[in-house]
Protein backbone atom coordinates (compact mmCIF):
# COMPACT_ATOMS: atom_id res chain seq x y z
CA UNK A 1 0.00 0.00 0.00
CA UNK A 2 1.59 2.98 -1.04
CA UNK A 3 1.11 6.77 0.23
CA UNK A 4 1.01 9.62 -1.93
CA UNK A 5 1.44 13.35 -0.67
CA UNK A 6 1.19 16.55 -2.59
CA UNK A 7 3.97 18.86 -1.16
CA UNK A 8 3.90 22.44 -3.10
CA UNK A 9 1.74 20.86 -6.06
CA UNK A 10 4.27 17.79 -6.67
CA UNK A 11 3.28 14.28 -5.70
CA UNK A 12 5.52 12.69 -3.54
CA UNK A 13 4.92 8.68 -3.42
CA UNK A 14 5.99 7.09 -0.23
CA UNK A 15 6.68 3.16 -1.19
CA UNK A 16 5.14 0.09 0.63
CA UNK A 17 8.47 -0.81 1.46
CA UNK A 18 9.44 2.85 3.36
CA UNK A 19 6.25 2.60 5.70
CA UNK A 20 7.36 -1.14 6.58
CA UNK A 21 10.80 0.17 7.31
CA UNK A 22 8.75 2.95 9.32
CA UNK A 23 6.55 0.94 11.23
CA UNK A 24 9.77 -1.38 11.72
CA UNK A 25 11.41 1.16 13.23
CA UNK A 26 8.59 2.21 15.26
CA UNK A 27 7.93 -1.06 16.74
CA UNK A 28 12.11 -0.93 17.73
CA UNK A 29 11.99 2.61 19.64
CA UNK A 30 9.41 0.90 21.93
CA UNK A 31 10.54 -2.14 22.28
CA UNK A 32 14.14 -0.66 23.46
CA UNK A 33 12.30 1.65 25.57
CA UNK A 34 10.53 -1.16 27.18
CA UNK A 35 13.88 -3.24 27.57
CA UNK A 36 15.22 -0.11 28.98
CA UNK A 37 12.66 0.13 31.36
CA UNK A 38 13.00 -3.45 32.55
CA UNK A 39 16.79 -3.08 32.89
CA UNK A 40 17.14 -0.37 35.17
CA UNK A 41 13.89 -2.23 37.33
CA UNK A 42 16.09 -5.29 37.66
CA UNK A 43 18.20 -5.84 40.67
CA UNK A 44 21.88 -5.80 40.12
CA UNK A 45 22.55 -8.45 42.60
CA UNK A 46 19.76 -11.10 41.39
CA UNK A 47 20.50 -13.06 38.26
CA UNK A 48 18.39 -11.82 35.09
CA UNK A 49 15.14 -13.58 34.13
CA UNK A 50 13.34 -13.42 31.39
CA UNK A 51 13.41 -10.77 28.85
CA UNK A 52 16.27 -9.18 30.53
CA UNK A 53 18.39 -12.56 30.19
CA UNK A 54 17.57 -12.85 26.90
CA UNK A 55 18.78 -9.35 25.82
CA UNK A 56 21.40 -9.97 27.77
CA UNK A 57 22.83 -13.04 25.86
CA UNK A 58 22.02 -11.06 22.64
CA UNK A 59 24.21 -8.33 23.95
CA UNK A 60 26.86 -10.79 25.03
CA UNK A 61 26.92 -12.48 21.36
CA UNK A 62 27.31 -9.30 19.63
CA UNK A 63 30.26 -8.07 21.40
CA UNK A 64 31.81 -11.08 21.23
CA UNK A 65 31.45 -11.01 17.35
CA UNK A 66 32.71 -7.33 17.63
CA UNK A 67 35.83 -8.35 19.99
CA UNK A 68 36.37 -11.03 17.71
CA UNK A 69 35.77 -9.47 13.84
CA UNK A 70 37.18 -5.74 14.58
CA UNK A 71 39.52 -5.86 17.53
CA UNK A 72 39.10 -5.17 21.47
CA UNK A 73 39.94 -1.72 21.16
CA UNK A 74 36.95 -1.15 18.98
CA UNK A 75 34.18 -2.37 21.46
CA UNK A 76 32.22 0.95 20.70
CA UNK A 77 30.73 -0.45 17.56
CA UNK A 78 29.00 -2.69 19.49
CA UNK A 79 25.85 -0.77 19.88
CA UNK A 80 26.26 -0.03 16.03
CA UNK A 81 26.21 -3.47 15.20
CA UNK A 82 23.33 -4.66 17.44
CA UNK A 83 21.20 -2.40 15.58
CA UNK A 84 22.22 -3.39 12.26
CA UNK A 85 21.67 -6.20 13.00
CA UNK A 86 18.35 -6.35 14.69
CA UNK A 87 17.06 -3.95 11.85
CA UNK A 88 17.84 -6.08 9.34
CA UNK A 89 16.60 -9.29 10.61
CA UNK A 90 13.00 -8.02 11.66
CA UNK A 91 12.93 -6.43 8.48
CA UNK A 92 13.89 -9.68 7.08
CA UNK A 93 11.31 -11.80 8.84
CA UNK A 94 8.45 -9.04 8.79
CA UNK A 95 6.46 -10.73 6.00
CA UNK A 96 5.54 -12.92 8.79
CA UNK A 97 3.52 -10.60 9.96
CA UNK A 98 1.75 -8.92 6.96
CA UNK A 99 4.57 -6.25 5.81
CA UNK A 100 6.29 -5.86 2.97
CA UNK A 101 9.99 -6.83 3.82
CA UNK A 102 11.56 -3.72 2.79
CA UNK A 103 15.12 -5.48 2.26
CA UNK A 104 13.37 -6.68 -0.75
CA UNK A 105 13.52 -3.40 -1.82
CA UNK A 106 17.21 -1.98 -3.30
CA UNK A 107 17.09 1.40 -2.71
CA UNK A 108 16.50 -0.16 1.09
CA UNK A 109 19.21 -2.55 1.38
CA UNK A 110 22.00 0.03 -0.90
CA UNK A 111 20.78 2.79 1.86
CA UNK A 112 21.92 0.38 4.86
CA UNK A 113 25.15 -0.55 3.26
CA UNK A 114 25.91 2.86 2.37
CA UNK A 115 25.84 3.78 6.00
CA UNK A 116 27.83 0.45 6.90
CA UNK A 117 30.03 2.30 4.14
CA UNK A 118 30.46 5.84 5.68
CA UNK A 119 30.96 4.16 8.81
CA UNK A 120 33.90 2.04 7.44
CA UNK A 121 35.54 5.08 6.32
CA UNK A 122 35.42 7.24 9.30
CA UNK A 123 36.54 4.44 11.17
CA UNK A 124 39.62 4.01 8.71
CA UNK A 125 40.36 7.47 8.75
CA UNK A 126 40.42 7.70 12.74
CA UNK A 127 42.10 4.32 12.48
CA UNK A 128 45.43 5.80 10.45
CA UNK A 129 45.43 9.21 12.44
CA UNK A 130 43.97 11.73 9.62
CA UNK A 131 42.57 12.55 6.16
CA UNK A 132 45.88 12.51 4.54
CA UNK A 133 47.10 9.16 5.86
CA UNK A 134 43.38 7.68 5.21
CA UNK A 135 43.96 8.97 1.43
CA UNK A 136 47.62 7.92 1.49
CA UNK A 137 46.59 4.44 2.53
CA UNK A 138 44.90 4.03 -1.44
CA UNK A 139 48.18 4.06 -2.86
CA UNK A 140 49.44 0.66 -0.92
CA UNK A 141 51.55 -1.19 -1.68
CA UNK A 142 52.49 1.37 -4.71
CA UNK A 143 51.10 3.86 -6.31
CA UNK A 144 49.87 1.93 -9.33
CA UNK A 145 47.20 0.13 -6.87
CA UNK A 146 44.97 3.06 -6.16
CA UNK A 147 42.55 3.23 -8.44
CA UNK A 148 42.19 -1.06 -8.24
CA UNK A 149 41.86 0.19 -3.94
CA UNK A 150 39.01 2.80 -4.93
CA UNK A 151 36.72 0.40 -7.04
CA UNK A 152 37.25 -2.37 -4.23
CA UNK A 153 36.61 -0.36 -1.49
CA UNK A 154 33.16 1.46 -3.76
CA UNK A 155 32.45 -2.08 -4.57
CA UNK A 156 31.55 -3.67 -0.70
CA UNK A 157 28.56 -1.65 -0.64
CA UNK A 158 27.13 -2.53 -3.78
CA UNK A 159 27.91 -6.53 -3.32
CA UNK A 160 27.06 -6.28 0.28
CA UNK A 161 23.54 -4.06 -1.22
CA UNK A 162 22.71 -6.87 -3.83
CA UNK A 163 23.35 -10.09 -1.85
CA UNK A 164 20.76 -8.90 0.82
CA UNK A 165 18.18 -7.59 -1.73
CA UNK A 166 18.63 -10.60 -4.30
CA UNK A 167 18.36 -13.24 -1.74
CA UNK A 168 15.27 -11.64 0.28
CA UNK A 169 13.88 -11.14 -3.17
CA UNK A 170 13.95 -14.72 -4.37
CA UNK A 171 12.51 -15.62 -1.47
CA UNK A 172 9.51 -13.30 -2.29
CA UNK A 173 9.14 -14.61 -5.28
CA UNK A 174 9.44 -18.34 -5.14
CA UNK A 175 6.39 -18.28 -2.16
CA UNK A 176 4.58 -15.89 -4.20
CA UNK A 177 4.78 -18.25 -7.26
CA UNK A 178 3.89 -21.38 -5.27
CA UNK A 179 0.67 -19.44 -3.27
CA UNK A 180 -0.47 -18.28 -6.92
CA UNK A 181 0.02 -21.74 -8.35
CA UNK A 182 -1.13 -24.07 -5.85
CA UNK A 183 -4.59 -21.78 -4.99
CA UNK A 184 -6.57 -23.54 -2.60
CA UNK A 185 -4.16 -25.59 -1.84
CA UNK A 186 -1.85 -22.72 -0.74
CA UNK A 187 -1.50 -23.68 2.85
CA UNK A 188 0.78 -26.80 2.01
CA UNK A 189 4.10 -24.44 1.20
CA UNK A 190 3.32 -22.27 4.57
CA UNK A 191 6.41 -24.32 5.98
CA UNK A 192 8.64 -23.21 2.83
CA UNK A 193 6.95 -19.61 3.99
CA UNK A 194 8.27 -20.01 7.02
CA UNK A 195 11.58 -21.48 6.00
CA UNK A 196 12.44 -18.32 3.62
CA UNK A 197 11.32 -15.96 6.41
CA UNK A 198 12.23 -17.21 9.72
CA UNK A 199 15.96 -19.37 8.97
CA UNK A 200 16.90 -17.63 5.37
CA UNK A 201 15.91 -13.80 7.00
CA UNK A 202 17.79 -14.44 9.80
CA UNK A 203 21.12 -16.15 8.38
CA UNK A 204 20.76 -12.93 5.65
CA UNK A 205 21.25 -10.57 8.28
CA UNK A 206 23.87 -12.53 10.48
CA UNK A 207 26.26 -12.67 7.13
CA UNK A 208 25.49 -9.19 6.28
CA UNK A 209 26.99 -8.14 9.55
CA UNK A 210 29.51 -10.15 9.78
CA UNK A 211 31.31 -8.55 5.94
CA UNK A 212 30.37 -5.33 7.76
CA UNK A 213 32.61 -6.50 10.83
CA UNK A 214 34.93 -7.74 8.32
CA UNK A 215 35.16 -4.84 6.29
CA UNK A 216 35.53 -2.17 9.19
CA UNK A 217 37.81 -4.87 11.08
CA UNK A 218 40.22 -4.71 8.04
CA UNK A 219 39.81 -0.64 8.19
CA UNK A 220 40.72 -0.10 11.75
CA UNK A 221 43.49 -3.16 12.02
CA UNK A 222 45.82 -1.10 8.80
Known sequence: MEIAIIFKGKEIIISETVISLLIIAIFLIIFA?????????????????GLVNIIELCVEMVDGMVRDNIGEKHMSMSPFILTLITVIGVSNISGLFGLTP??????????????VF?????????????IFKYLKSFTKPNVIMTPINIISEIANP???????????????????????????????????????DIFVGLLQAYIFTMLAMMFIGSSVSE
Open 118 to 130: FVNQISHVMSVGG
Open 33 to 49: LIVNFKVKKAKTGEAPT
Open 102 to 115: PTGDYGITLTIALI
Open 158 to 196: ISMSFRLFGNILSGMLITGLLYGALGYFAPLVTPLHLYF
